[in-house]
């Protein structure tokens, strides 16, 4: 038994090994950390050469900055977000550093960009990160302790601008790499997604432990799939109706949130599967099948990446379609409940395969119909713009998480720059202020794990960097660029590897510059050490909890999954002109359930939690997602194979309907509802729903 565990663990570990290794191989972290790494050595060698030393490091510290500014974005959103950026940057280091005469002026400047740039984030992600590292940068400003506070903010913006330079040529040269490399994610998701739930097919699976799988995989997918809307229908030139690159991408695009649709569709029980069709031993063929279109769909990940234009070869399209003829011909053999169920899964296999095929080929072979283009219906599905003065100056109150975040934020780095402050000599307390600003999050749960990952990543980085300290100084430096393009490649996938290379890189780097490693190594760790004990602590200050606000997030959760539900009843009931309502309902849905599942997650860490059923808002968690898969089923199912009344649709309604109106009343700390271990599939959506009211009686 145990040299079977061994086993399996080393499959899993190895599949896992193998699959970070593509994602970084053919992702854009890799390219974009060594173009980051170049942009920030080379103003500092070319300066230190001709004796301009302070000169070279302000301009690579203004260069590194507007680095973490920019993430991926069409051509108008680096732009914009390089203008903001660089505005940003040059405010902090030229009031920090005019301020730096009078220690209460330095204060006051601290609170007041700190809180100015926390209430960014009501614009949006993008705003939200600029505001971020422009307070980071007080850090290093009281660090370097400048004395010409108008040279210095001009090299920092010199910095800035030299690397936008470099990021807008490189987005006008190839406007679609980021949009490529995002398919490409999306792709290597729904693979992921689509071996889980073969995995489903074997006996012993822990369900419970299943379904937590498949909600986190949906959370990644549910945030790349938004993640290609907002860089491909925002964009106003590749959304032309002549712009025949834009339209293979929108197709490629469109089919890759029906493939998930497809692979999330939920027509039967795992279990009931098994049991029926065991006996006629076409289990191994699905998942042979499964397998197949696993590795041809990975194949196309690849092409995405690399743009190339060259077919499959590995596995030919005819063995796949043989499979799914066979499963076919069996099912017609079978007696008429496991011959339906087989059937009903062939015929999903089949419309997964035609997707992957059309993904396959890249649509090198012809260009697709995208009449959407021309309707302009798909701009219905842009994310929404945050940018509302009723919505931002809503935000200046108690009531708001973004409010009360930013006073939290403020009232920290206040306290975060007192050791600088009344001990100017000390010269690396400004590491203190630089770790409460990049570990400090909204939410407990969220702020626990920075704090954790950061501490273990300073631990390993900083015995790695002792060990490296007595190489020779060329040695060093070339293993603190590594180090560096080490946290460019990890910082966004893996933060805890990219503290380790960045905590690596500082300590090289200043035991080069000044030497004394082993202060460098004392600070960094006291710092680090009191900056995340601050951090936990001021968690309490402005709490930010999601524990009061469930019932709500659970109440839009089954709305959407209602509305959803009856976007898929018009439409089968012949109105053609909610075919496109559907998809857009679909995405609600599936955008409100990543909101619940995302609050479950913070809860599960906080305090208040232990006043709650947190085994009951998992069932629940996991029947809405149930449902919506059900739905989706519903909704790609023809009239002829998945016949349902209107009294069927009406009852499933009419349930989710009860749950919505309770939701609001229900008590958290005892939910209690239906077994999950039997569905059966001729009623399927309504014994879910059935189910979700139960806890809601």
């Not at 792709?187 to 432990?209: C, D, K, P």
């Not at 219906?377 to 100056?393: A, H, M, S």
Request: net charge positive.
């Amino acid at each position: 038994m145990n040299e079977r565990n061994n086993v399996n663990f080393l499959t899993k570990y190895y599949a896992k090994l193998k699959g970070f290794a593509i994602r970084i191989r053919y992702s854009e972290y890799l390219t974009d950390a060594l173009r980051n790494t170049l942009a920030i050595i080379i103003p500092l060698i070319v300066l230190a050469y001709f004796g301009q030393l302070v000169a070279g490091i302000s301009i690579s510290i203004g260069a590194m900055f507007m680095s973490l500014c920019d993430i991926p974005g069409n051509r108008r959103d680096k732009l914009s977000g390089a203008i903001a950026a660089i505005l940003s940057l040059a405010i902090t280091s030229f009031i920090i550093s005019l301020s730096l005469a009078s220690p209460y002026i330095v204060a006051v400047s601290v609170v007041l960009i700190t809180f100015l740039f926390s209430m960014l984030s009501v614009f949006g992600n993008r705003l939200s990160i600029i505001g971020l590292i422009g307070t980071a940068l007080i850090a290093f400003t009281l660090g370097l302790h400048p004395k010409q506070p108008l040279v210095f903010s001009t090299y920092i913006v010199t910095g800035a601008a030299w690397y936008t330079l470099i990021s807008l040529t490189q987005i006008y040269l190839w406007p679609y790499r980021s949009l490529h490399h995002a398919i490409f994610e999306a792709i290597q998701g729904t693979v992921a997604l689509m071996e889980l739930r073969a995995s489903a097919y074997h006996e012993g699976v822990n369900l419970r432990e299943f379904n937590a799988q498949n909600i986190t995989l949906h959370l990644k997918l549910n945030a790349r799939q938004e993640l290609i809307r907002s860089l491909l229908l925002r964009d106003r030139i590749a959304m032309s109706a002549e712009n025949k690159p834009g339209k293979k991408l929108l197709a490629a695009a469109l089919d890759i949130i029906d493939l998930y649709e497809q692979v999330t569709a939920i027509h039967h029980d795992y279990g009931e599967i098994r049991a029926a069709l065991t006996s006629s031993n076409t289990l191994p063929k699905i998942l042979e099948t499964i397998s197949l279109l696993s590795r041809k769909l990975e194949y196309s990940a690849v092409q995405f990446s690399n743009a190339k234009s060259s077919a499959f070869d590995g596995i030919p399209q005819q063995h796949i379609e043989n499979n799914i003829s066979e499963l076919l011909v069996i099912s017609a053999t079978l007696p008429l409940e496991e011959g339906n169920l087989l059937s009903g899964i062939a015929k999903n296999l089949k419309d997964i395969s035609e997707i992957v095929e059309r993904l396959s080929v890249g649509y090198q072979l012809a260009l697709p119909d995208t009449a959407i283009i021309e309707t302009e219906i798909y701009k219905d599905f842009i994310p929404e713009p945050p940018f509302n003065w009723q919505n931002i100056l809503s935000q200046f109150s108690f009531r708001s998480p973004v409010f009360r975040f930013a006073l939290r934020l403020s009232l920290l780095c206040l306290v975060a720059i007192m050791p600088t402050l009344l001990f100017p000599d000390q010269r690396y307390s400004y590491w203190l202020l630089l770790t409460v600003v990049i570990v400090n999050r909204p939410s407990f749960g969220l702020t626990r794990k920075r704090n954790t990952q950061r501490l273990w990543g300073t631990l390993i980085g900083l015995l790695i960097g002792l060990l490296l300290a007595f190489a020779s100084v060329s040695l060093q430096l070339g293993l603190a660029a590594l180090g560096l393009m080490g946290f460019f490649l990890f910082n966004r996938t893996h933060y805890m590897w990219g503290v380790a290379c960045i905590t690596v890189m500082v300590v090289l780097a200043l035991n080069v510059y000044h030497g004394h490693v082993s202060q460098i190594i004392s600070d960094r760790l006291l710092f680090t050490l009191i900056g995340c004990g601050l951090s936990y602590v001021s968690i309490f200050i402005f709490p930010i909890w999601e524990t009061p606000r469930i019932k709500t997030l659970i109440s839009d959760c089954l709305t959407a999954s209602r509305h959803y539900l009856f976007c898929v009843a018009s439409e089968r009931k012949g109105f053609l002109n909610y075919h496109y309502r559907t998809k857009l309902a679909r995405k609600d849905a599936y955008i409100s359930f990543a909101f619940l599942s995302e609050a479950l997650q913070s809860i599960k860490k906080e305090p208040l939690a232990r006043a709650v059923d947190l085994s009951g808002l998992e069932d629940i968690q996991v029947l809405i997602y149930q449902s919506n898969g059900a739905i989706a089923a519903l909704s790609l199912a023809k009239e002829a194979d998945y016949a349902v009344s209107n009294e069927a649709f009406e009852k499933c309604l009419n349930n989710l309907d009860y749950c919505i109106a309770a939701a609001p009343s229900v008590d958290l700390t005892a939910l209690i509802g239906d077994e999950q271990n039997k569905i059966h599939s001729k009623i399927l959506l309504s014994m879910l729903t059935q189910r979700l009211k139960a806890y809601f009686n």
